[in-house]
């Protein structure tokens, strides 16, 4: 058997963004330099590979979606595998390694990869390598760069024991016998240890880094100079502004980009989009819903679909298409010294003798596209830039402090400030090139490096049962600190935006009063539906609900009441089962959204039980300190919680922040049961599960 055949490896990515892919494609190119040949396809191109009769080693990196689902590409594949059919030994010839991507701001973090890993264990399949997960809340590279440092020595012990086994006794069947397999190769550094494990790695580097001895030289002499000032973006202190450093590998570049003169005719922003089905719709209603002293500004924007296919059932999601900043567009324009070509044609080619293994065109840049267009409509350009962005961008900048520092950045020795100075600060690649003034990229580089503009998902806050024809939604103005050179104050992308698309129909205060048709001169925004989700009221309107949704969560719960009022009054004699609402906010005067349709809800008997806390709000005089936030009040109301859930088969629903308040509502379900099931915390939390299978406790939450 050749060489190249003995070392072929399988590797398989399931994406939902692009992360999932972007790693699998620096595995691929890593692989030639370590002496293997990866054979790289996205897990739904099932026609381009056979898990059945495959005998090459199997890599896989799987992103999670949602709250804890593997993405959509991998939706057939986890179909398949999980045909109740199939018996237990069906891939007992596989030997594999997996890469999970997560958010531990999630209750399940990296639960896409690990059910394909676990069903894939069940079927028979060992590991070669052991699992990694790495979690976007800190740091995907923390645990991403040293599983794929430790993955060739995997690949290298499993080449070499299988050569041996051929050597004794032939070429190895399919389904290999256990006894002959090793045991998995563990990768260099744990979850826990590998930033502090990053900082130790040594100067050597390997094939597929470069040991920077003259820059290191040119480091202390900088570092002499500078030991007296902070770290920063744009400058290190010892030790790292000494150190040799290890970078990674200068990503090949694989496109080839002309303008052309511009077309007569005027470009439909809808053939920009590289998103399906997308429809543009006119806001008919922009209301505040919180007070001017909010901590967060508040608003309700009402869509009028009623001249559209578009629909939406209470639960739902759906996406707003959302431009990047009209400034930072012509920014960055300037800056590539390209404002009198902004409206010509783009036009892309895979460059000739191209190093990229697999170089495709962008699918998500359209052919023919004006260059402003293209970077309103199609490029994140606020994105984190990657480590390997940031060894492109090396090689395009003049002066030699800034190529040191951008070096140290993207080196293993640089992890901590990387995070620090470029990841925590969402800094973006408007800032590097402020930051930097002799990076002058090309345009090429670009459109390689930054990913898709992804199209931004809401909840319904509607039912078309109470407001036939139009589509509410509401959404917290977001606003953050970006820690460039200078600290700048920056408005969310998309909320951003939309604040001020709505400016010109806004009606502040927090009483949703009728308006005026005015749609003829309202603003347009572009729209499309999300995937499914099983976000939605039980099909038995006798089950029991509870519903736990603080500030922005309470939106899809609002679609819930207003459908189900209607539904009690075209059946008045069906049996409805009860509604509990666990709302919270900061303060009771100034951001309680919704108040009066709650109230009226309640009046009315749509909503039985709301229990409303209040963080900020002090209490006066002899009142009894009041629940803070809503998993108190699920603790203070746990007797009826367990019993809805346990003894009357009912269903919870969480919507809101994921970061604290999903964790602790499933923290507080956990404790709740345990006491009064008056079972173990072990036993509560699979209990807890089986309620998620069963699509009883169901979750819509973000970051």
């Known amino acids: 058997m050749c060489l190249a055949g003995m070392r072929r490896f399988l590797l398989l990515y399931a994406t939902q963004q692009g992360q999932a892919k972007a790693i699998a494609e620096e595995i691929c190119e890593q692989a030639a330099t370590h002496g293997f040949s990866a054979d790289l396809h996205c897990i739904s191109e099932s026609d381009k590979y056979n898990l059945k009769t495959e005998t090459a080693p199997l890599v896989v990196v799987v992103s999670t979606t949602g709250t804890g689902d593997p993405p959509d590409t991998a939706r057939r594949f986890v179909k398949e595998i999980h045909d109740k ?28 990869g690990k ?62 016998n ?15 240890e590998s930033q502090i494990e990053l900082l130790r790695l040594d100067d050597s580097g390997g094939r597929d880094s470069q040991a920077l001895g003259q820059d290191t030289v040119n480091g202390g002499q900088t570092g002499a100079l500078i030991e007296d000032f902070e770290p920063s973006l744009i400058c290190s202190g010892p030790p790292l502004s000494r150190a040799s450093l290890s970078i990674p590998a200068l990503p090949p570049e694989y496109l080839k980009v002309r303008l052309q003169e511009p077309l007569a005719q005027e470009e439909s922003r809808l053939s920009v989009t590289s998103v399906d089905s997308v429809f543009q719709v006119p806001i008919s209603k922009a209301v505040q819903l919180t007070t001017n002293d909010a901590v ?89 830039p990657k480590k390997a962005f940031l060894r492109a961008l090396v090689d395009y900048t003049s002066d030699v402090a800034e190529r040191r520092r951008l070096q140290e950045l993207c080196s293993k020795q640089g992890a901590a400030d ?26 090429s580089l670009l459109l390689e490096h930054l990913p898709k503009l992804q199209p931004r998902p809401y909840s319904c806050a509607s039912s078309s049962l109470f407001h036939p024809g139009k589509l509410r939604f509401v959404f917290n103005v977001v606003e953050f600190l970006s820690y460039t050179p200078a600290v700048v104050l920056r408005k969310g992308l998309c909320t951003g935006w939309l604040a001020a698309q709505a400016t010109s129909l806004l009606q502040p205060g927090v009483h949703l009063s009728p308006a ?95 229990k409303v806390s209040f963080s900020r709000d002090v209490p006066v005089g002899e009142e009894a300190a009041p629940a803070k936030y809503v998993q108190d009040n699920l603790q203070l109301h746990s007797k009826q919680v367990a019993r809805i859930l346990l003894q009357e088969n009912g269903s919870v629903y969480v919507c809101g922040d994921a970061k604290n308040m999903a964790k602790d509502v499933n923290d507080t379900l956990v404790e709740i049961i345990s006491k009064e099931a008056g079972v173990e915390k072990l036993e509560a939390m699979k209990t807890l599960a089986t309620l998620k299978e069963e699509k009883r406790y169901l979750q819509d939450v973000w970051s």
Request: glycine share 6%; with cysteine.
């Open 296 to 384: 967060k500004t508040t608003l309700l924007l009402e869509l009028d679909i009623s001249k559209t296919d578009f629909s939406c059932q209470p639960g739902d999601a759906f996406h707003v298409v959302c431009p990047n900043s009209e400034e930072e567009v012509q920014s960055l324009l300037q800056r590539l010294q390209l404002t009198d070509q902004r409206e010509h044609r783009i036009l892309l080619e895979i460059k000739e003798n191209t190093r990229k293994k697999g170089a495709a065109l962008p699918p998500h840049i359209p052919e023919s596209c004006s260059l402003q267009s293209i970077l309103t409509w199609c490029l994140e350009i606020r994105a984190v």
């Open 516 to 610: 005026d048709d005015r749609t003829a001169l309202a603003p347009q925004i572009f729209i499309s539906p999300r995937a499914t989700n099983s976000f939605h009221l039980p099909d038995d309107p006798a089950v029991p609900v509870i519903m736990v949704g603080p500030g922005t969560g309470v939106a899809p719960f609002i679609s819930f009441l207003q459908h189900r009022e209607k539904l009690q009054e075209q059946h008045p004699d069906r049996n409805f089962g009860a509604m509990w609402l666990f709302f919270g906010c900061r303060h009771k005067d100034r951001d309680y959204l919704f108040r009066d349709e709650l109230r009226h809800f309640l009046k009315h008997g749509v909503l039985t039980h709301l």
């Open 178 to 192: 256990a006894s002959l397999r090793t045991d998995p190769v563990k990768p260099a550094v744990s979850h826990i």
């Open 115 to 176: 059910i394909i890993d676990r069903r894939l264990q069940e079927l028979g399949a060992r590991h070669f390598y052991d699992t990694g997960h790495a979690d976007d809340c800190v740091g995907l590279e923390l645990v991403v760069e040293p599983w794929i440092d430790g993955l060739w020595a995997a690949l290298t012990k499993h080449f070499t024991s299988r050569r041996g086994k051929e050597d004794v006794g032939g070429a190895p069947t399919v389904a290999a």
């Open 85 to 112: 059919t199939l018996p237990a030994g069906f891939f007992a010839h596989l030997q594999y390694g997996l890469l999970g991507l997560g958010d531990s701001e999630y209750t399940y973090f990296c639960n896409g």
């Open 418 to 443: 990387y995070t620090r100075f470029v990841r925590d600060a969402r800094v973006g690649l408007g800032d590097l090139l402020h930051a930097f003034p002799t990076c002058r990229p090309p345009l």
